[in-house]
């Protein structure tokens, strides 16, 4: 393919990729927009940017996507139903925040000389991306992983430290997608009962995470964290005020709606504020037309993993119901939890076996605040040792680390982290009287 043709080929990726970041805003925002309108835009850029996609990104999707056919396939014909939407929806609203946040880059992230390292910069750092995390969601990682990796990006160590004190957030923010998913799923769960229990198993957690990236003496005095000062801090913490500001205006929007559209509307200010509107505008037409482009990482994995997620969503909703158990107790919830983390390792996301199991015990009615925990744990502990979790493809596509190299990282403070679930869920139900 000649040089042009790919210029203009990235360049109708882009305006595509746009529009996907359009259509996530105008579905999260409840206005009743066509979710599968963004996910044809998606679709339409990652087969423009295809030729430019790595090798190995190529054999991931094409795996992904075997799988997620395979099932789907399987499962139509054997129950006559073919939900295939998912192929089209699932993993959009995610992309199109992706495709917001890569405006921040135009502004605050350069590196400096004056990075924290050691012990305390890591504290400091799992600390600080679960506070902001908890806020502005996955926008979090991306606007510290850019800082702290400088021009070299950042390593392994540090994208498991922001990984693990992000999705901690799922024990207790209300602005986490988890959290509205359990107690979706467990009706008459309250959240502040949640949080009552949430909040301690969040401060073990990070503790947890913190001392198991420290223990590697290579990694402990030379992790370099991110700078914990007013000229860093400006950018999370404005981001931050704008999404609870945008909650308090507009309640009905998802976080992610309100982040997709926060971050280019911040870009844009700042750099209209420092460069004018002509200079700033060519600034950010120039981002867009090749930064963009430049997540057909990211759309392949994102895209692959809707498939592979709808198959097996297919596969599962197929297959028939057996309740080994006629009680659900503090026991049967660590098991189920044990379970339910397992799937995550193989592959299938939270969301699903968090829906599957809800389905699975309904007849039994078991207690809502022990099973809402359950669900916001398997969440926060299940998805840091998920090679095919949300986050860690987003880190695979942007900075090039493997997922799974990512999730293997996580999995001795993943079992950790489970004994800790284990212990709340048993004083869960000695105070519930289960």
């Known amino acids: ?82 939900p295939w939407q998912g192929v089209l929806t699932t993993n959009i609203a995610l992309l199109g925040m992706l495709a917001g946040v890569s405006f921040l880059q135009l502004i605050g992230l350069e590196a400096d000389d004056d990075s924290p390292r050691g012990v305390g910069a890591l504290w400091r750092t799992v600390a600080g991306v679960h506070v902001f995390g908890a806020v502005i969601n996955l926008s979090a990682i991306f606007i510290m992983a850019d800082r702290m990796g400088g021009a070299k990006g950042p390593g392994p160590a540090q994208l498991n430290a922001l990984t693990r004190g992000f999705l901690i957030g799922a024990l207790w923010s209300p602005f986490f997608a988890a959290t509205a998913v359990a107690t979706t799923n467990a009706p008459g769960a309250s959240l502040g009962v949640l949080a009552m229990w949430g909040v301690p198993l969040t401060v073990v957690l990070i503790a947890l995470a913190s001392m198991d990236v420290q223990r590697n003496p290579s990694v402990r005095d030379d992790f370099v964290g991110y700078p914990m000062r007013p000229s860093s801090l400006w950018v999370p913490t404005t981001l931050a005020g704008m999404v609870i500001a945008g909650h308090w205006i507009w309640p009905d929007w998802t976080t992610l709606a309100i982040v997709t559209l926060a971050a280019p509307i911040m870009t844009a200010a700042v750099i209209f504020a420092r460069h004018g509107l002509g200079d700033g505008g060519s600034r950010i037409v120039r981002h867009a037309m090749h930064r963009l482009p430049a997540m057909r990482g990211e759309l392949g994995l994102f895209l692959a993993a809707a498939v592979f997620a709808t198959g097996l969503n297919a596969l599962i909703g197929s297959s028939g119901v057996w309740l080994p158990m006629d009680h659900v107790g503090a026991l049967e919830a660590s098991l189920i939890l044990a379970g339910m983390i397992a799937l995550c390792i193989v592959g299938i996301h939270a969301v699903i076996s968090i829906t599957m199991v809800a389905v699975w015990l309904a007849p039994l009615q078991p207690d809502p605040i022990l099973m809402a925990m359950v669900y916001m744990q398997c969440w926060a502990i299940g998805l840091a040792a998920s090679p095919l979790s949300g986050v860690h493809l987003a880190l695979q596509g942007r900075y090039g680390i493997s997922g799974a190299r990512l999730a293997r990282g996580n999995w001795a403070y993943c079992a950790q982290g489970y004994v800790a679930a284990v212990i709340t869920l048993f004083a869960i139900a000695a105070w519930r009287g289960i």
């Open 1 to 82: 393919m000649s040089i042009f043709v790919r210029q203009h080929a990235d360049r109708l990726a882009a305006l595509l990729i746009f529009a996907m970041l359009v259509a996530a805003v105008l579905v999260g925002a409840r206005t009743g927009w066509p979710a599968w309108t963004g996910g044809v835009a998606a679709w339409a850029a990652l087969t423009l940017l295809w030729p430019g996609m790595d090798h190995r990104q190529r054999r991931q999707v094409w795996i992904l996507v075997g799988i997620g056919v395979a099932a789907f396939v399987y499962a139509g014909y054997g129950s006559g139903q073919w």
